[in-house]
């Protein structure tokens, strides 16, 4: 049963507010704890790199489709993308992206603020969902987050 934009808000605030929580709340040292090593170490600091990259990228991807757009190429890859981004935000400290981060969870539930129903059934490729409703990728974003923070619990 498809979801109302305003669950969706709802969701997005409240896993964006547990998200800045949990951050906020780290020491200095958990900053660089691995998480992943596979295709390359990420720790707790890169993921929150992925976390603002990520949805920075849905902000444009998901308004696209919205407008009639078809979504990412059927080429693309997203370990290339995540790889080009850790690169580029190597620089930021994780206050800094805890801000950036806090910044585009507010554009991305402003935004999901001007969808209706009909919006939400608009259908393009998501580049991990493939072709799906954009409905569905608006609830990936906070369900990503929660995938992540259960494995950054673990390490």
Do not use: C
Not at 117 to 136: A, I, N, S, W
Request: aromatic letters at 10%.
């Amino acid at each position: 049963m498809p979801k109302s934009p305003q669950f969706l808000i709802k969701r997005l605030r409240s896993e964006g507010s547990k998200m800045t929580e949990f951050f906020a709340g780290l020491d200095d040292s958990a900053w660089a704890k691995t998480v992943y090593t596979e295709g390359g170490e990420w720790t707790i600091r890169n993921v929150l790199a992925h976390f603002v990259t990520a949805e920075k990228a849905f902000l444009k991807l998901f308004p696209n489709i919205v407008d009639g757009g078809e979504g990412v190429s059927k080429d693309f890859s997203v370990d290339r993308y995540n790889a080009r981004q850790q690169e580029k935000t190597e620089e930021l400290s994780p206050s800094e992206l805890l801000i950036k981060f806090q910044d585009v969870r507010a554009k991305m539930a402003t935004w999901v603020e001007t969808l209706n129903e009909e919006d939400l059934q608009k259908e393009g490729r998501h580049p991990f969902l493939g072709e799906t409703t954009v409905e569905e990728m608006i609830k990936l974003v906070y369900r990503h987050n929660q995938i992540h923070y259960r494995d950054m619990r673990k390490s």
